[in-house]
């Protein structure tokens, strides 16, 4: 699961009595298993692509896709691709 929240400040006060979880870190997962324990928690599925901006390698898929989106570079960035490709 990915996700990006909207939490509210009562999570601060949550984490700060959760205990280390795996690899002796705070993990906001079990901060939001309490938080949803006590007042509940909404989701929203959302389509679309995902990249991982966070890795290297995933930056730059990312930065290629929607450069491609682009009419005004789509052309370009594909034949600079495509020639980086065939080396």
């Known amino acids: 699961m990915i996700g990006r929240y909207v939490l509210p400040p009562e999570i ?3 984490l700060a009595e959760t205990p280390p979880g795996r690899g002796g870190e705070i ?3 079990d901060g939001l298993a309490t938080l949803c324990a006590r007042r509940g928690l909404y989701g929203l599925e959302v389509e679309g692509d995902r990249f991982d901006v966070g890795d ?3 930056y730059v898929v ?3 896709h929607y450069a ?3 009419p005004d570079i ?3 960035v594909r ?3 495509e020639k980086l ?3």
């Open 27 to 29: 993990q906001l997962t």
């Open 68 to 70: 491609l989106q682009r």
């Open 12 to 14: 601060f006060a949550i």
């Open 56 to 58: 290297r390698a995933g």
């Open 79 to 81: 034949a600079g691709v």
């Open 74 to 76: 789509a052309d370009d």
């Open 85 to 87: 490709l065939r080396k």
């Open 62 to 64: 990312a930065m290629v």
